[in-house]
């Protein structure tokens, strides 16, 4: 089945410093959907990726949509503490109801 | 608007027992979908309902089965519990034909099976 890869798997990050995460796949995608989970709480979307190559931004937050439709890139700039949370990227499967395949999550740590 | 509420937040259940759970979907959203999250890991696709029928399903056996009313609203029930349906159970809804779109999630329920 599907499977997509998600690293690092956590990261530890000082307040300001620049953030960067990456999914892959072996299957190809043609939406790229990024979301955050804080604890207690269900994933929120914070980006979506409709085309190869596309790049979008949300705030702080650029996420890119991979030349191959196999892979996503998420970066977050100059962290501060409430973007500690589990990032999550997932790839929806166009033929199956539009069911979603989700990473198993980066983990961001953010230090004062 | 009022998001995706569900029902309970907690449960314990004990193995071979059966569960339900329930979940309201957003105000305006007629899909709904349910994954499985365990401890550590990613959401996993469970099933999803539009207009009362199950209409895409991912590798779940059979005993894993749900319901949607004409209020959107829906659930899932668990039969025959085994140790490993622990997990996070989150329920999402979308408008129709917006599952591209992304999903309003609930903040789940968390089922424990001892």
């Known amino acids: 089945g599907q499977q997509l890869n998600q690293s690092p798997q956590s990261m530890f990050i000082q307040e300001g410093e620049d953030v960067s995460m990456n999914c892959t796949s072996s299957s190809i995608f043609n939406t790229w959907l990024w979301y955050k989970q804080d604890p207690g709480e269900g994933p929120v979307l914070l980006i979506a990726l409709y085309k190869a190559g596309e790049l979008t931004s949300n705030g702080r937050l650029t996420a890119q949509f991979g030349i191959t439709r196999k892979d996503s890139f998420l970066n977050i700039s100059a962290s501060i503490p409430s973007d500690v949370g589990i990032y999550f990227c997932a790839g929806v499967d166009n033929t199956n109801a539009g069911k979603s395949t989700f990473g198993d999550g980066t983990t961001l740590t953010v230090k004062p | 608007e009022t998001g995706v509420t569900q029902s309970p937040t907690h449960l314990i259940k004990t193995r071979g027992q059966q569960v339900t759970l329930r979940c309201s979907s957003q105000s305006g959203h007629n899909t709904v979908s349910w994954y499985q999250q365990a401890l550590g890991q990613g959401p996993q696709f469970i099933f999803q309902y539009y207009r009362e029928e199950e209409n895409g399903r991912g590798n779940f056996p059979p005993r894993f089965s749900g319901l949607q009313f004409p209020n959107y609203s829906s659930e899932l029930n668990v039969n025959a519990l085994e140790l490993d349906d622990s997990a996070l159970y989150l329920c999402?809804?979308?408008?129709?034909?917006?599952?591209?779109?992304?999903?309003?999630f609930g903040s789940g329920t968390r089922l424990t099976v001892v």
């Open positions: 999402a809804s979308s408008p129709q034909g917006a599952t591209l779109r992304g999903y309003t």
